[in-house]
T-cell receptor, first 113, second 116 residues
């Protein structure tokens, strides 16, 4: 069935770049998202990318999509301690964007001062 | 706007008890959904609704019921709680629109449920 995989943990030093990776199986997914979850809070949408794009940049965030390999990544430049959180990759089920998302397990980003 | 609100924030139940998790949104969103979050498993869709009077099952619907009598509210009912339902529950809503930028989901703060 449809699946989204992420590594569970990433540790970086403050000021470094962080790269969080995600792979997915549904080649028909049209929209791909990155969500951030801070401790004790709900999920907050960080950014999204359409499946017909290779890259999207939004301030410190860069999303790269390799549709052939079904690989999505989120790069955070100049990582700050406030970026410490769990990051979820999510893709739509097929071409629908009516809210049916498949989530990865989440990557815990630890930023060391 | 308050966004998506959930009550209670924390709940402890005994096996076999029933309860209702409340979810409300004030953004006039057609789409609402319930997820559960378990360690190392991401979020899994329990039930969803595309409008008042319409509900459907997600990935893990067993043991849960929902109803959607109004656009604003989407309660989740646990009929007979089991320890396997210990989890964090998130409600989300979105507007079903023509462009992806209007379809992003907004999440509530979550309800942490423990079933003993």
């Amino acid at each position: 069935g449809e699946d989204v995989e992420q590594s569970l943990f990433l540790s970086v030093r403050e000021g470094d770049s962080s790269v969080i990776n995600c792979t997915y199986t549904d080649s028909s997914s049209t929209y791909l998202y990155w969500y951030k979850q801070e401790p004790g809070a709900g999920l907050q949408l960080l950014t999204y990318i359409f499946s017909n794009m290779d890259m999207k940049q939004d301030q410190r965030l860069t999303v790269l999509l390799n549709k052939k390999d079904k690989h999505l990544s989120l790069r955070i430049a100049d990582t700050q301690t406030g970026d410490s959180a769990i990051y979820f990759c999510a893709v739509t089920r097929g071409s629908s964007n009516t809210g049916k998302l498949i989530f990865g397990q989440g990557t815990t980003l630890q930023v060391k001062p | 706007n308050a966004g998506v609100t959930q009550t209670p924030k924390f709940q402890v139940l005994k096996t076999g008890q029933s309860m209702t998790l409340q979810c409300a949104q004030d953004m006039n969103h057609e789409y609402m959904s319930w997820y559960r979050q378990d360690p190392g498993m991401g979020l899994r869709l329990i039930h969803y609704s595309v409008g008042a009077g319409i509900t459907d099952q997600g990935e893990v619907p067993n043991g849960y019921n929902v109803s959607r009598s109004t656009t604003e509210d989407f309660p989740l009912r646990l009929l007979s709680a089991a320890p396997s339902q210990t989890s964090v529950y998130f409600c989300a809503s979105s507007k079903v629109g023509a462009t992806p930028s209007t379809d992003t989901q907004y999440f509530g703060p979550g309800t942490r449920l423990t079933v003993l």
